[in-house]
């Protein structure tokens, strides 16, 4: 079985959701990033990049940040691979997931059953939702194509600071993984939060 590693982005404001801390929402009774970590219990190794979080440790789990923080996506995986690399270089393929997925235990293996690093046709394969497009925080990519991509627009942009994920996934050729709704939904905003999530009776006054 083909190695992979897997970077969670966890390190975002949490602007629209007044300052939360994504990472520690309840979803189902677990926070989400324990719902990120569960869905890569099998990868070689997990890098969470973001601030560290107590009670989220293990053997093959790393912890990193960008540098400033809250330099967006982009460089939050450059900062993740770098960390990749300096516990021995990356696996062939790498899993980048946002943090804020509820339904990423039932998703992230659709997707994984796709990523064939035999497949030299494709090089990042993203899930799919008709409504919501592409989803590159969702994905498996080929570790060495990414890798690439990030040094041809650190080059072009002088830095990944704030640069979109787009004018990554721009530069390499993708297969689109169909996905529903429900398993691409993430949370940004109150109304998904409510949607997704089961709030707690201290902040919402409802159980």
Same mark, same amino acid.
């Given at each position: ?11 975002? $404001? ?10 520690? @929402? ?14 890569? !219990? #099998?990868?070689?190794? =997990? ?12 053997? $093959?789990?790393?912890? *990193? $940040? ?9 460089? !939050? ?13 990356? %696996?062939?393929?790498?899993?980048? @997931? /946002?943090?804020? @997925?509820? /339904? ?30 592409? #989803? ?11 890798? =690439? %991509?990030?040094? /041809? ?27 529903? %709704? ?6 940004? *905003?109150?109304? #998904? @939060?409510? $949607? ?12």
């Amino acid at each position: 079985m083909t190695e992979w590693d897997a970077l969670i982005l966890a390190g975002g $404001r949490g602007r629209r959701l007044g300052g939360a801390d994504k990472a520690l @929402l309840d979803a189902e009774g677990a926070p989400l990033l324990a719902h990120a970590l569960t869905a890569t !219990a #099998q990868a070689r190794m =997990r890098v969470v990049v973001g601030p560290y979080r107590s009670g989220f440790d293990g053997e $093959r789990l790393r912890w *990193t $940040r960008e540098a400033p923080p809250y330099g967006g996506p982009v460089a !939050a995986t450059a900062a993740g691979m770098r960390e990749l690399r300096a516990a021995g270089g990356p %696996a062939a393929l790498v899993a980048l @997931l /946002a943090v804020d @997925l509820p /339904a990423v235990t039932a998703a992230l293996p659709l997707v994984r059953s796709e990523a064939d690093p035999a497949d030299r046709r494709a090089e990042a394969w993203l899930g799919w939702e008709p409504e919501g497009g592409r #989803q590159p925080l969702l994905a498996v990519y080929r570790s060495d194509a990414l890798e =690439r %991509a990030l040094a /041809a627009l650190r080059l072009e942009r002088g830095s990944l600071y704030g640069a979109s994920l787009r004018s990554v996934v721009e530069r390499l050729t993708v297969r689109e993984v169909a996905l529903t %709704a429900s398993l691409t939904a993430d949370i940004d *905003t109150p109304e #998904q @939060l409510a $949607r997704s999530l089961r709030i707690p009776s201290t902040t919402s006054g409802r159980t």
